[in-house]
């Protein structure tokens, strides 16, 4: 039989998760409490704004973010006209609107398909 852990929650009931040693489990073992503080760094940064949005944007896009990020400094260490970065600007407007246009499409499609609606949309 599996033993469990003797910690206490929280809220001073008892684990019942499964001991790893010296009937602790992992969470409640004091010599993983380093480990433990990376685990909930990694989780914090996992649940971070920024990164959520770099992993849900297509790769086109990201490529297009490092280009305008390499234009700002350009521009602002005088290697690069305004005029030129303001045209790449008006084209990654367009690219994020003809990206999230394909996305809600997709999501659409997707929706009409699971709801058992026909094909042939009429818009």
Request: with cysteine; aromatic share 4%.
């Amino acid at each position: 039989m599996v033993e469990g852990c003797t910690g206490q929650n929280r809220d001073g009931g008892e684990c019942h998760a499964q001991a790893w040693r010296d009937r602790l489990c992992r969470w409640h073992h004091p010599d993983l409490a380093a480990e433990r503080a990376t685990w909930r760094r990694k989780g914090g940064e996992g649940r971070s704004t920024a990164n959520r949005t770099h992993k849900r944007l297509p790769k086109t896009l990201l490529d297009v973010q490092g280009a305008l990020l390499r234009a700002l400094a350009a521009v602002e260490a005088g290697d690069l006209e305004p005029a030129r970065a303001n045209a790449m600007a008006a084209l990654a407007r367009a690219t994020v609107t003809v990206t999230e246009y394909a996305t809600f499409e997709s999501r659409i499609a997707e929706l009409e398909r699971a709801a058992g609606i026909a094909e042939g949309r009429t818009s």
